[in-house]
């Protein structure tokens, strides 16, 4: 359902108004994924999100299924990206396991 979007006020992630939603932090294991599902976002949809990647976590997307992964944001990146629900991850691909360190991962609501 449409919403309202203020423009020319700073709101919090997540109120009325905001085309932002909350904010979640994923954090992942040494070699952890988190697939960027159709709960990840509070519509339960295939949609939007911002992305913002730690030291250490990459976000991919697959052309064919899981067979082959695709680095699309880097660590320590930016990206904004539209997720069906099953083709893109969230991958910690580092050297050891960061304790503590999340990536911030954030559903757009342009609808």
Same mark, same amino acid.
């Given at each position: 359902?449409?919403?309202?979007?203020?423009?020319?006020?700073?709101?919090?992630?997540?109120?009325?108004?905001? &085309?932002?939603?909350?904010? *979640?932090?994923?954090? /992942?294991?040494?070699?952890?994924?988190?697939?960027?599902?159709?709960?990840?976002? #509070? #519509? =339960?949809?295939?949609?939007?999100?911002?992305? /913002?990647?730690?030291?250490? $976590?990459? /976000?991919?997307?697959?052309? $064919? =299924? =899981? !067979?082959?992964?695709?680095?699309? !944001? &880097?660590?320590?990146?930016?990206?904004?990206?539209?997720?069906?629900?099953?083709?893109?991850? /969230?991958?910690?691909?580092?050297?050891?396991?960061?304790?503590?360190?999340?990536? *911030?991962?954030?559903?757009? $609501?342009?609808?």
């Amino acid at each position: 359902m449409a919403q309202t979007i203020q423009f020319n006020t700073q709101l919090s992630f997540g109120v009325a108004g905001c &085309p932002f939603k909350s904010e *979640r932090a994923v954090q /992942l294991a040494l070699n952890g994924t988190y697939i960027v599902s159709q709960t990840a976002n #509070a #519509a =339960g949809l295939p949609g939007w999100f911002m992305v /913002l990647t730690s030291v250490n $976590d990459v /976000l991919q997307y697959s052309p $064919d =299924g =899981g !067979v082959t992964w695709r680095t699309v !944001v &880097p660590a320590s990146s930016f990206g904004v990206f539209y997720s069906d629900g099953q083709n893109w991850r /969230l991958l910690n691909s580092g050297a050891a396991d960061v304790g503590g360190v999340n990536t *911030r991962l954030t559903p757009i $609501d342009i609808i």
